[in-house]
């Protein structure tokens, strides 16, 4: 990896955690209604996957704030989008677990549990149908893992060799439900293995994440059909804002926390690159004042009109749909 791409892993990752905090402050406020699931601790499982996913279109999961700023979607629109405000990404109608970008190849952000599998390889067959050289990434929990949905995809994208790359961020916990107590192991790529190849790596790892998606991406492309990556990761917080995660033990945080993804890529940009303290702090600060920009812009954003509720519920052009 090249100094260039290494100091943008670190400032989305940067960027990402302080856009978490601030959304977790203005949800205590009420100004963020809804749901609300932070990402921190997992950054260089989203940043990695999305930075080294440069191309084609991605499905993801309800926790998908970082996810959205790395594909590049400017935080103003993020942040706006879980104030309910017109300027959000999916004009103030989705909120935090759908933010929908179609000219970011970005579809969400889904709210039911594994239900973007589907999705996503529908998308795949498009694609394939389309001749078009590019794949699809579909970015799960390891509680989806359980669910007919998942299965279900795994068997026909494999079975029309399908470009999926399922990406199974497994941070052990399903809500408030440890994986140990629903699946018959730990890892959830030895439940795709009867269907495609799979691919492990560490989640806490930036770097890792970034070159073992780049390399799953090209075999997608190649026309193989899907691959799976099981990324492990830790996250930091609750499931959502609802949950005070009283289950799980200091000793557990404590492990998660010695990993922490953005002091690893510190280290390495130091180490590797020699970057110093200065270089470090400075981007702490572009990162904050995006961050500041984006709340401001959010806060004083317009609501959207009430009479646009209606609007995208049904097609209006469509045979058979009466409006
Ligand atoms: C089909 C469906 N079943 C149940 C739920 C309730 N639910 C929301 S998140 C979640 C856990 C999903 O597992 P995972 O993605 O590993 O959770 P996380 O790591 O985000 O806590 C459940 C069961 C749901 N949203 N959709
Ligand atoms: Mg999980």
């Not at 905090?21 to 963020?32: C, D, F, R, V």
């Not at 809500?175 to 699946?183: E, F, K, L, Q, Y």
């Not at 560490?202 to 994440?209: C, E, L, P, S, Y």
């Given at each position: 990896?090249?100094?260039?791409?290494?100091?943008?892993?670190?400032?989305?990752?940067?960027?990402?955690?302080?856009?978490?905090?601030?959304?977790?402050?203005?949800?205590?406020?009420?100004?963020?209604?809804?749901?609300?699931?932070?990402?921190?601790?997992?950054?260089?499982?989203?940043?990695?996957a999305?930075?080294a996913f440069d191309h084609g279109d991605v499905f993801?999961?309800?926790?998908?704030?970082?996810?959205?700023?790395?594909?590049?979607?400017?935080?103003?629109?993020?942040?706006?989008?879980?104030?309910?405000?017109?300027?959000?990404?999916?004009?103030?109608?989705?909120?935090?677990?759908?933010?929908?970008?179609?000219?970011?190849?970005?579809?969400?952000?889904?709210?039911?549990?594994?239900?973007?599998l589907?999705?996503a390889v529908g998308c795949a067959y498009a694609r394939k149908f389309q001749g078009s050289e590019h794949g699809v990434m579909a970015v799960?929990?390891?509680?989806?893992?359980?669910?007919?949905?998942f299965f279900e995809s795994l068997n026909i994208a494999s079975a029309w060799k399908l470009p999926v790359l399922f990406l199974c961020?497994?941070?052990?916990?399903?809500?408030?439900?440890?994986?140990?107590?629903?699946?018959?192991?730990?890892?959830?790529h030895k439940k795709a293995k009867p269907y495609m190849p799979t691919m492990e790596v560490?989640?806490?790892?930036?770097?890792?994440?970034?070159d073992t998606i780049k390399e799953a991406q090209k075999y997608i492309e190649e026309g193989h059909g899907p691959i799976f990556v099981e990324a492990?990761?830790?996250?930091?917080?609750?499931?959502?804002?609802?949950?005070?995660?009283?289950?799980?033990?200091?000793?557990?945080?404590?492990?998660?926390?010695?990993?922490?993804?953005?002091?690893?890529?510190?280290?390495?940009?130091?180490?590797?690159?020699?970057?110093?303290?200065?270089?470090?702090?400075?981007?702490?600060?572009?990162?904050?004042?995006?961050?500041?920009?984006?709340?401001?812009?959010?806060?004083?954003?317009?609501?959207?009109?009430?009479?646009?509720?209606?609007?995208?519920?049904?097609?209006?052009?469509?045979?058979?749909?009466?409006?």
């Open positions: 990896m090249n100094k260039l791409k290494a100091e943008e892993l670190y400032y989305y990752m940067v960027l990402g955690r302080k856009f978490e905090y601030a959304a977790k402050e203005h949800y205590m406020t009420g100004e963020i209604s809804g749901f609300l699931h932070l990402d921190i601790g997992q950054e260089a499982l989203s940043v990695g999305m930075k993801t999961t309800y926790r998908e704030h970082v996810m959205a700023l790395a594909r590049g979607i400017e935080p103003k629109a993020v942040m706006a989008e879980l104030f309910g405000k017109k300027a959000g990404v999916s004009e103030g109608r989705g909120g935090s677990m759908h933010l929908f970008d179609p000219s970011h190849f970005f579809y969400g952000g889904d709210a039911i549990v594994g239900g973007h589907p999705n799960f929990g390891d509680g989806a893992t359980n669910g007919g949905a961020e497994n941070n052990g916990w399903a809500i408030g439900t440890s994986i140990d107590r629903v699946a018959p192991f730990h890892e959830q560490d989640g806490m790892d930036a770097v890792a994440v970034y492990y990761t830790c996250r930091y917080e609750g499931h959502s804002m609802s949950d005070a995660a009283t289950y799980r033990s200091p000793q557990e945080m404590e492990i998660c926390k010695a990993k922490d993804p953005i002091e690893r890529m510190k280290g390495f940009l130091k180490e590797l690159f020699g970057v110093d303290d200065d270089y470090l702090a400075k981007v702490e600060e572009r990162a904050q004042k995006a961050v500041d920009e984006a709340v401001e812009f959010a806060s004083q954003s317009p609501e959207p009109d009430p009479t646009e509720l209606y609007d995208h519920v049904f097609c209006k052009e469509c045979a058979n749909v009466v409006s």
